[in-house]
């Protein structure tokens, strides 16, 4: 069956410094991969998406970027982090029939 | 551009009780829509989804929605309510490339 793993499952970083989230998906191939943002109090906010290898496509202007450098593997990052890029960061694949979430990694930027 | 309202920011149901979560969404074309589930902390889990056919969809847990293409809404659906599904639960319609469109949200508190 198809797994995700997503770590870490929380982070405290200072503003200024880089980040890197990890996401990797097991038991499919050529999945679907997504990175959404959770706010406090807010709702889902699609950043990333990725078709293929090295096809990213970015729904937000923002200070955050995103690399799929092999099939099943999904990295969020950053060059410097600002105080608004706290919030709850989930990980998920698709191949059809809904998105199938990690288990989230929660940054504070402090 | 397609979006979901979940009118109810939060929502307080006796254990035992039924309930009603409601969904409105904007969409062009028939929609792909769904219903998700998120306990604190943790990842989103799918209870149901409804992409065409019969507009009454059973999902897990003892969920049911209903599409009602009248009305633009999805609302979750569940007879008896236990103090477990207690929870966030989030409508979403597929924006096109499995790109999923949130509601807000919906926090459902279970009383004893």
């Known amino acids: 069956s198809q797994t995700i793993h997503q770590w870490p499952a929380t982070l405290v970083q200072p503003v200024g410094s880089p980040l890197s989230l990890e996401c990797t998906v097991e038991?499919?191939?050529?999945?679907?991969l997504y990175w959404y943002r959770q706010a406090a109090g807010r709702g889902l906010q699609l950043l990333f998406y990725s078709v293929g290898i090295g096809q990213i496509s970015s729904e937000v202007p923002q200070n955050l970027s995103a690399s799929r450098p092999q099939d099943r593997q999904f990295i969020l990052s950053s060059k410097k982090l600002l105080l608004s890029d706290s919030g709850f960061y989930l990980c998920?694949?698709?191949?059809?029939?809904?998105?199938?979430f990690g288990s989230g990694t929660q940054l504070s930027v402090l | 551009a397609q979006s979901v309202t979940q009118p109810d920011i939060h929502i307080t149901v006796s254990e035992g009780a039924s309930l009603e979560l409601r969904c409105n969404y904007s969409y062009g074309a028939t929609p792909y829509l769904f219903w998700y589930v998120q306990s604190p902390g943790q990842g989103l889990q799918l209870l149901l989804k409804?992409?065409?056919?019969?507009?009454l969809v059973q999902g897990i847990k003892g969920f049911e929605a209903e599409f009602k293409r009248s009305q633009s809404s999805f609302n979750l659906r569940k007879p008896s309510v236990h103090w477990s599904d207690a929870a966030e639960y989030f409508c979403a319609v597929d924006a096109g490339f499995q790109k999923l469109v949130f509601g807000t949200g919906t926090r459902l508190l279970v009383s004893p």
């Open positions: 998920a694949w698709s191949v059809m029939g809904g998105l199938f």
């Open positions: 409804y992409f065409s056919g019969d507009t």
């Open positions: 038991g499919t191939s050529n999945p679907n």
